[in-house]
């Protein structure tokens, strides 16, 4: 009789899944929120970025995620209807790589500074409660039909992206964000949940204010953990870890600090720090763009990998 076989590694799917679970698997996954084709293309030294250059990027970079963010048409004053949504090279990440595929959906926010314009959309809670009320009912229900087309075509998991803070707290304040926002992201989770797909939040600033509630709507995680906000990694672990999934840390700082050697070893141990205490993935928190330290953020996997 032949020997078993013993696994010692896991493909990006299941090393993904295993820490959404908080279960033990070989390494850190990491993944970033957004590849920007110029990034890609100055990488690769390509004229076009199509999915055969997104894929050997993130692969070379070590990527256990890619982001899907959806093209829709330009409207003036509403939503589209989600059958004009297109998700480009879909069926090319779920089918033809082995990353667990991420759906990006953009939350109320998103949606209202692009309808209304940001400084509109930001008084409209008090000027129109009504049509503030409502905007939010209809950007619900777009991302559960979005939702389930997405389940339907196979992705792993959904991002809600709603940036409800900056660097001090709240943009509507904790009454509107705790009256109306966030009632409606937890009655998106309890509709997506019955699909045992993974649904994270993604939002910039300080959250610390709305945390418990963010657990209590029933996401498995949050991305951003911007710590230049006051969102401390390792302290959101020890309060919420048990419940929730915290991914990205990395800031612009971090990469451009990671060239110094001390500075380097003390990122890494707080990474290894992180990943033992399970439920984190690692990336940067804001995603890849142009002008970002891409060799900061290699110098941090390749440590990571143990290859510094």
């Not at 020997?3 to 799917?13: C, H, L, M, V």
């Not at 963010?214 to 390792?234: E, R, W, Y």
């Not at 990336?283 to 763009?289: A, D, I, K, N, Q």
Request: proline letters at 5%.
């Amino acid at each position: 009789m032949a020997a078993a076989s013993i696994q010692t590694g896991y493909n990006p799917r299941e090393r993904v899944k295993l820490v959404i679970g908080h279960k033990e698997t070989d390494r850190v996954p990491k993944g970033e929120i957004c590849l920007e084709d110029p990034v890609v293309a100055q990488s690769l030294q390509v004229n076009r970025v199509g999915f055969e250059e997104r894929l050997e990027f993130a692969t070379r970079l070590g990527l256990d995620i890619i982001c899907l963010h959806p093209k829709h048409p330009v409207l003036q004053g509403g939503l589209p209807d989600s059958g004009a949504v297109v998700w480009p090279e879909l069926k090319d990440w779920v089918y033809r790589s082995q990353l667990f595929t991420f759906a990006v959906l953009d939350g109320a926010l998103g949606w209202g500074t692009r309808v209304f314009g940001c400084s509109e959309f930001l008084v409209l809670p008090k000027r129109s409660p009504l049509v503030f009320a409502e905007f939010i009912r209809k950007v619900e229900s777009l991302n559960l039909a979005l939702a389930r087309d997405l389940i339907e075509a196979g992705v792993d998991g959904l991002i809600i992206a709603d940036d409800m803070a900056y660097e001090r707290g709240l943009l509507f304040g904790p009454e509107i964000t705790r009256g109306n926002l966030l009632p409606s992201l937890a009655s998106q989770v309890e509709k997506i949940a019955p699909a045992g797909k993974p649904v994270f939040l993604h939002s910039d600033g300080n959250l610390n204010g709305i945390m418990a509630e963010i657990v209590s709507a029933g996401f498995n995680g949050l991305h951003c953990i911007d710590k230049n906000a006051g969102m401390d990694p390792l302290q959101l672990q020890q309060l919420y870890g048990a419940n929730l999934c915290l991914w990205g840390s990395l800031g612009v700082t971090d990469l451009e600090e990671a060239h110094e050697p001390d500075r380097l070893a003390s990122l890494a141990d707080e990474i290894n720090l992180l990943n033992r205490n399970k439920g984190f993935i690692l990336g940067t928190s804001s995603g890849l763009f142009p002008g970002i330290n891409l060799s900061g953020l290699t110098r941090i996997y390749a440590r990571i990998r143990g290859r510094f």
